[in-house]
């Protein structure tokens, strides 16, 4: 993963656990070690698709893009698995008989 990507990914992890873990002490919360990975992995993802969101429209933001694969695929499943739910719902359960 690109310094240009990673870097503003721990920057928004960091402050995400930061929040995690005031919350955690604030209400005398048990810190869950599954939380603090869970936002971390999130971060990246986060800012991962921003760039991919924003790279159509923004050529500078394509050259970024390299080393992040995973993030594609992961969105192309995304965006199928929503379709398919979509179509079931409007296509088949709307027109489901009650009997």
Known sequence: MDKTIL???VVLAL???GI???RCYKNKIEANNTI???SILN???IICGIALALSPFFPSIKQLLGGIDIYI???GIAVLFVSFQAIYKDVFKS???NG
């Open 20 to 22: 995690y873990l005031f």
């Open 15 to 17: 402050i995400l656990i």
């Open 36 to 38: 603090l990975i869970s």
């Open 95 to 97: 027109t489901q008989g």
């Open 73 to 75: 695929v992961i969105g």
């Open 7 to 9: 870097i503003p990914s």
């Open 43 to 45: 971060s990246s993802g």
